[in-house]
């Protein structure tokens, strides 16, 4: 390591050094990407135009010159009373579409009462435990005039979804005008290495029956209603790279759309109203490449295997987080350039809706000033960066595009790797998907140790804990919000007539026992005052089934 | 000093973050240390007796919903309780002021993200070898 080498072997050793030529999922870069990188490349076959097969340029024919992503906002915290307030204040400002977050227990299916939530009240979101707390949510609105998002999964999804339904009814809104979205996804939504945490609460073939039921409520009676958003975000998170993410993401979709299409419905009409929620990380082109590759990927899929003949069924549309497992607690204010390299990937991939991390991701839940600062960079990018006045600006370009196909071909690889095993839910159920994350995360932090990956402020350009910046955090009152609703749960049990409530509940018992799509009686429960605790007491119990 | 030292890795309440101690659990693994892993959401008694039950050196605890304070009172209630002097360690999305109460509360350590693994192993063996000592 001593000595004076040659010039030309100090430039290559100090470039090796610092770099490694591949991308984040092991891809080789080369030096340089000329026209014999793409052979036989047909820009009308390969790429076709915006909003038209394959839709590798986009999935609308205007794309952003049209109209700019969404930048949706998350809200949900407290009671549904404080979020409603938030969301109204945030409407007054422009604002028409929110991402709901849901706290834990509600998550499972939990009453903000039962022991199993204390501590976890109103934390990470807000608590519905009554077809009250859903009219309070939509006090000031109609279900068809703004659009929630529920970050929601079955078990609990169906029963959201009856309160949706059941609000819409006493507000005279007809089913079809309903808008919003039911995130609906069984297996991804919680965070982490999913197997035990989907099987813990509830079994995992009821949670499928449930996901079904939905599709299947929501295809039928509310047109308007996106029925499912398979989230890649919460699997890329736990550390697999962006070859699994889309293959594991794409997969499980695949794998759903199967299971509704043997309940009878229309591969022509149900797709529709699929969508994605996926991550954005920071390996810039490998991620430009992801978006258009699955995009690509799922359009030849919908046409070619599922026989799709409704070119809105090919159509790929997703909303973006950026990757919060990128993100430092040291030297926090570099995340906003990290949230902003990610956002811009995301819009050079074609995102249809964005979300930034806040830059104090790593220090507690976001603040209302991390919050607007996340907002900023989007609007910097939107109206200040001049990337959004032409299409697919990276479309032709040597490198995107052989990295498009590359990306394309490894997700098809893994995917035919996946169909192999029995398809993605038997590959989770097998815990084969557990094990591939487990590999990822221990990759990862090798990666860190050894210094093979930069981590600027962890592994590398650190600086003393006492020259960091100190950080206002987002304090959460998790007993009071918790004693505040056992309080409010204890007066609606008490106010409600117990003929009523004992017989909705022998009426889900006996509903699922007999097949039935749970939904409709999910809203005969509901509008009878049972809470959605005792919903999901009623299903374990007609599967005979409890885990306490 | 770290050959068959045993430690208990748990996550508690309803969180499902797992990555952490996912890697947390490798890293005192390649250091020597016997992980006994239990899973997710697990209460304070649960953890309590399967420490008596193996024998455990220490304890490690982690954290990303917001749950830290209620959860690691009642664990640390529980060990006091038992007259036990388990070291519990507690990692993960803690902010500043929580951190310091945590360890006010008694808490061994708090192991934040960004921790390098040679850290991680540095400060289990640091305190495990303090409290042998």
Same mark, same amino acid.
């Given at each position: 390591m001593s000595g004076q080498p040659t010039s030309s072997r100090a430039e290559s050793a100090r470039d090796h050094e610092e770099?490694?030529?591949?991308?984040?999922?092991?891809?080789?870069?080369?030096?340089?990407?000329?026209?014999?990188?793409?052979?036989? %490349?047909?820009?009308?076959?390969?790429?076709?135009?915006?909003?038209? =097969?394959?839709?590798?340029?986009?999935?609308?024919?205007?794309? =952003?010159?049209?109209?700019?992503?969404?930048?949706?906002?998350?809200?949900? %915290?407290? @009671? *549904?009373?404080?979020?409603?307030?938030?969301?109204? =204040?945030?409407?007054?400002?422009?604002?028409?579409?929110?991402?709901?977050?849901?706290?834990?227990?509600? !998550?499972?299916g939990f009453d903000s009462d039962?022991?199993? @939530? #204390?501590? #976890?009240?109103?934390?990470?979101?807000? *608590? &519905? !435990?009554?077809?009250?707390? $859903? #009219?309070?949510?939509?006090d000031g609105f109609g279900p068809d005039s703004v659009s929630y998002a529920l970050s929601i999964r079955p078990p609990v999804s169906s029963v959201t979804l009856a309160m949706l339904a059941s609000v819409a009814q006493r507000r005279d809104v007809p089913f079809e005008k309903v808008i919003g979205t039911q995130q609906n996804d069984p297996f991804y939504q919680m965070s982490g290495g999913p197997l035990q945490t989907i099987t813990q609460f509830f079994p995992l073939e009821g949670t499928l029956r449930l996901c079904i039921d939905n599709i299947e409520f929501i295809s039928k009676n509310m047109p308007r209603l996106n029925w499912m958003v398979t989230n890649g975000y919460n699997l890329r998170e736990t550390g697999v790279n962006a070859i699994q993410d889309g293959a594991f993401t794409l997969g499980h979709a695949f794998d759903i759309f199967r299971r509704a299409r043997e309940r009878g419905l229309d591969i022509d009409l149900f797709p529709r109203r699929a969508s994605f929620f996926l991550s954005c990380s920071i390996d810039f082109f490998e991620e430009i490449a992801k978006f258009r590759a699955m995009r690509r990927l799922y359009a030849k899929t919908m046409r070619e295997e599922f026989g799709a003949g409704n070119p809105e069924c090919w159509r790929l549309r997703f909303s973006v987080q950026s990757a919060g497992n990128t993100l430092t607690r040291q030297q926090p204010e570099v995340?906003?350039?990290? +949230? !902003?390299?990610?956002?811009?990937?995301?819009? %050079?991939?074609? +995102?249809? @809706? &964005?979300?930034?991390? !806040?830059?104090d991701e790593a220090h507690g839940l976001p603040t209302e000033e991390s919050s607007r &600062?996340?907002?900023?960079?989007?609007?910097?990018?939107? =109206?200040? @960066?001049?990337?959004?006045?032409? &299409?697919d600006p990276l479309g032709g370009s040597y490198y995107v595009e052989t990295l498009t196909n590359q990306m394309e071909q490894a997700i098809r690889d893994k995917l035919r790797e996946i169909d192999e095993r029995g398809g993605m839910i038997e590959c989770i159920r097998a815990g084969w998907l557990e094990s591939q994350i487990n590999d990822e995360r221990i990759r990862n932090q090798n990666d860190l140790d050894t210094q093979r990956r930069t981590l600027?402020?962890?592994?590398? %350009?650190?600086?003393?804990?006492e020259q960091e910046t100190p950080l206002k955090i987002h304090r959460i009152q998790a007993e009071q919000w918790g004693a505040r609703r056992a309080e409010y749960l204890r007066e609606y049990r008490a106010s409600r007539d117990p003929g009523k409530w004992a017989d909705a509940m022998a009426r889900l018992e006996a509903g699922w026992k007999n097949g039935e799509n749970m939904?409709?009686?999910? $809203?005969?429960?509901?509008?009878?005052?049972?809470? $959605?605790?005792?919903?999901?007491?009623? $299903?374990?119990n007609a599967q005979n089934w409890s885990f306490r | 000093m770290t050959a068959h030292k045993r430690i208990l890795l748990a996550k508690m309440g309803l969180d499902c973050h797992d990555t952490g101690i996912i890697t947390v659990a490798s890293a005192l693994r390649d250091a020597g240390y016997e992980v006994i892993y239990i899973g997710l959401h697990n209460q304070a008694d649960q953890v309590v007796k399967v420490a008596i039950e193996e024998d455990v050196d220490a304890i490690g605890i982690s954290f990303l919903s917001g749950q830290h304070m209620t959860q690691m009172r009642r664990l640390l209630e529980r060990i006091r309780e038992r007259g036990l002097s388990i070291p519990v360690f507690c990692g993960g999305v803690i902010p500043d002021d929580d951190a310091q109460a945590l360890k006010l509360m008694g808490a061994a350590e708090v192991v934040l993200p960004g921790t390098l693994s040679p850290e991680v192993v540095r400060l289990v063996d640091g305190t495990i070898n303090r409290m042998a000592a």
């Open positions: 770099q490694i030529f591949e991308t984040g999922a092991g891809l080789e870069i080369r030096d340089l990407y000329r026209p014999d990188d793409i052979p036989g %490349f047909d820009a009308a076959r390969d790429l076709g135009e915006p909003g038209a =097969y394959p839709f590798t340029r986009g999935p609308y024919p205007g794309m =952003y010159r049209e109209r700019i992503w969404t930048r949706r906002f998350q809200v949900g %915290f407290g @009671s *549904p009373r404080e979020t409603n307030e938030r969301i109204k =204040y945030l409407h007054a400002h422009g604002a028409n579409g929110f991402v709901i977050t849901i706290d834990l227990p509600t !998550s499972y039962d022991p199993v @939530s #204390e501590g #976890e009240v109103g934390v990470t979101g807000v *608590p &519905i !435990s009554t077809l009250e707390d $859903m #009219e309070t949510l939509y995340n906003i350039i990290r +949230a !902003s390299v990610e956002a811009m990937a995301a819009v %050079f991939g074609g +995102a249809q @809706s &964005i979300h930034l991390c !806040s830059y &600062i996340a907002l900023r960079t989007q609007q910097v990018i939107a =109206y200040e @960066s001049g990337i959004t006045k032409t &299409i600027t402020g962890v592994n590398r %350009f650190q600086i003393p804990p939904v409709p009686l999910l $809203m005969d429960a509901v509008q009878n005052k049972v809470t $959605m605790g005792e919903c999901h007491e009623a $299903m374990r | -």
